[in-house]
Every structure is written in C-alpha cells, then in structure tokens.
C-alpha cells in the first residue's frame, strides 16, 4: 500500500472511529442510567463523554503523524469540544444535538461569502480530489452551500420532533448519506466542468 493510500486510510479511520464508539456506546446503554462521578448519566451523556476524547485524541493523531489538520477538523474539534462538554457538564442532550445545525450553519455562511467575492473556498478544501475549471467550482460551491442550509435545518426538525435514538441513526446514518447521494447527484457538473480529462 502506497504512502498517499496509508494516510488516506488513517484520516478515514480518524474521522469515523469516534463516530462509531459513540453510535456503539450509546445503543449499549440507550435505555440505561449510569452512575458516574456521582452523577446519573443517560445513553447518550455517557457516549458523549467517550466521544469528546476521542475526538481530540484523533485530531492530534492527525497532527503529529499526517503533520496536517484542516480548519475544518479544527472547526469541527472546538464544537465537539464545547457543546460536548456542555452536554456532559449541563447532563443535557439538546447541547451536543444543535451541533450539527451550528456545523451547517457555519460552513453555509462561508461558501456563501466566497460567492459573493467570487471565489470557491470549497476548492481550496477540494481542489486535489476534485479537479474543476472556475465555473465549475463555483456552481458546486453554490449548491453545497444550500445543502449545507437544507441539512442544518433538517437536523433542527429531526432532533426536535424526533427521539433521541431516532437523531442517532439520523446523525450517525442519515447525514452521512445524504452527503453521499448530494455529490452523487452532482455528476453533471463533475462531467461538464471536470478538467480532469484535459
């Protein structure tokens, strides 16, 4: 396996580990109430409390080992870091729940402004793995930035009217492919404006 294929392997591994240990530790003790620190923590609480760490522990793993971690992992560790730790401090789910709305939210807002000063900041994320003329570039970051718009307020809806076992598969699950089906349904723009083929 070549270098580039090992250190995509791990940042994978590093992005879906945490994920995983959450989802897995909260179907465990979903229906549970876990006495820890003196404290009566739900399903939920407790996987939060395993999924900060780990969050953390694999943002530095990033770092020292792939000597890289993009503003959006740094982003993305300051709300895990905050709204977990509010969720584990306050022992309340609506913290840790809004979070990716606020995620959504954020990256919407500055696709959107590079928009507007015609410029992609999705390229400078993107730029390697998806080769695109300017044109190109810009209707995708146009569109990902209403995505991201649609998803922060399908996350309000689902959390909201919606159990908390619901909104874990949803967030475990549902974004996931949904993030999956939206770049699927872009292949007319990865055709017309991919330069790939030049």
Known sequence: MSEENENTLLKNLLEYIPIAVF???????????VVL???DLSGFVLATLAFVPLVVFATAI???????VSRVQLLTLV???????MTIFFNDERFLKIKPTLIYSL???ILLIGVFRKTSYLEALLGKALPLSYDGWMI????MAYFFLFLAALNEFVWRTQSTEVWVYFKTFGLTVAMFAFFISQ???????GTFKD
């Open 79 to 85: 709300l895990v870091v905050v709204f977990g730790g």
């Open 107 to 109: 990256f919407s807002i």
């Open 187 to 193: 292949y007319s723009v990865f055709k017309t404006y």
């Open 140 to 143: 995708l970051t146009r569109r």
């Open 23 to 33: 989802f897995i530790v909260f179907i465990l003790f979903k229906d549970d109430v």
């Open 62 to 68: 990033s770092w020292i080992v792939l000597k890289e």
């Open 37 to 39: 620190f003196g404290r």
